[in-house]
């Protein structure tokens, strides 16, 4: 039997003291480079203070709320055919998720510093627009468009 996988504890960030955002400056870093990953996130984040002239902690919660997906669809193979079964986002998922496409949709912007496509995608996605929202509903299109499997989550 497989021991369980150990999730090692992430230290809350050293300006906002949230775990998060933690989180988040460590899907930013490349190639470990951690403190230029932070003045990416932190610069992002002084550029929606000035746009939204709301709090940019606020808009980053709003913008990972409004990207994480509920439903996903994965492959469950029964009687030698695969069906795209609906099933339910862990919340652990649901937020790496959310993360990994507001990072695809600001890194496919071209043109511009990487903290400045950041921001515009944290206000897009906070604003129920950008390439995370329509990520996410394309997902959930694909768990609607499947439901018809969906009894096939709850056998074995």
């Known amino acids: 039997m497989r021991r369980a996988y ?9 300006l906002y003291n949230d ?9 930013v870093m490349e ?20 746009k939204t002239k709301k709090e940019p902690i606020e808009v980053f919660k709003l913008a990972i709320e409004n990207a994480s997906p509920i439903l996903e669809v994965k492959p469950k193979r029964i009687g030698g ?39 515009e995608e944290l ?10 929202i329509r990520k996410k509903n394309d997902t959930h299109r694909m768990a609607e468009a499947n439901k018809a499997f969906a ?3 709850r056998s074995r």
């Open 6 to 14: 150990k999730k090692h504890k992430i230290a809350p960030d050293r």
């Open 123 to 132: 206000i897009d996605v906070s604003n129920n627009q950008g390439n995370a």
């Open 81 to 119: 055919a695969t069906y795209q079964v609906p099933m339910e986002v862990r919340g652990e998922r649901r937020l790496a998720l959310a993360i990994r496409w507001i990072l695809e949709g600001a890194r496919s912007k071209k043109g511009k510093p990487m903290s400045e496509k950041l921001a």
């Open 19 to 27: 775990v998060l955002v933690s989180q988040f400056i460590n899907k």
């Open 31 to 50: 190639r470990g480079k951690k403190t230029v990953a932070q003045k990416i996130v932190y610069s992002a984040f002084d550029i929606i203070k000035e």
């Open 151 to 153: 009894h096939f989550a």
